[in-house]
């Protein structure tokens, strides 16, 4: 059996050009794309977390929030809020875990979505319009390999 200070603990994906998680931001999103999974929308109210709407990402899994091509009536979303700044070094650390930090969305500002604050929200209130972001296949990895450590602690 391998001495255990041979062994290396698995890190969290740490991208190395944060622009690589974004497929769209601001005036680049198409209204007519389908929702999916990564997806950042403005003015949501989330139920049960706070009393004001805010920004918000869908956590869903896109197999899990459609019915064929049609939505869901429910999607499960994340809250989005100002981040304390989490370089990208600290990324791959495990302290981090609760967080799925989304630099870049609007410019100048650190956000991150924040595991511990979910909701369901009815599908048919979200909006085209108000979507201000779409994660990349990429950050969509990202996202589900932060996700599944937050719910687990397994690095996958």
């Known amino acids: ?7 290396t603990t698995p890190a969290l994906e740490k991208p190395g050009d944060l622009d690589k998680i974004w497929l769209a931001r601001a005036d680049e999103v ?18 049960g977390l706070d009393d004001q709407p805010g920004l918000a990402l869908i956590i869903s899994h896109p197999c899990s929030m459609r019915s064929g091509v049609a939505l869901r009536p429910r999607v499960q979303m994340l809250r989005i809020l100002e981040d304390t700044n989490l370089p990208l ?5 495990r302290e ?9 969305l609007v410019k100048d500002i650190r956000y991150a979505a924040h595991f511990d604050q979910t909701s369901m929200i009815q599908s048919a209130t979200l909006d085209p319009t108000r979507r201000r972001a779409c994660l990349s296949h990429y950050g969509i990895l990202v ?3 932060r996700l599944v450590h ?3 602690r397994v690095v996958i």
């Open 143 to 145: 996202l589900q390999q």
């Open 1 to 7: 059996m391998p001495d255990a200070a041979d062994q």
């Open 96 to 104: 981090n875990f609760r967080l799925m930090p989304l630099p870049g």
């Open 30 to 47: 198409e209204a007519a794309r389908p929702f999916i999974q990564g997806d950042v929308f403005e003015n949501v109210d989330l139920p």
């Open 150 to 152: 937050h719910l687990t």
């Open 89 to 93: 070094n600290a990324w791959p650390t």
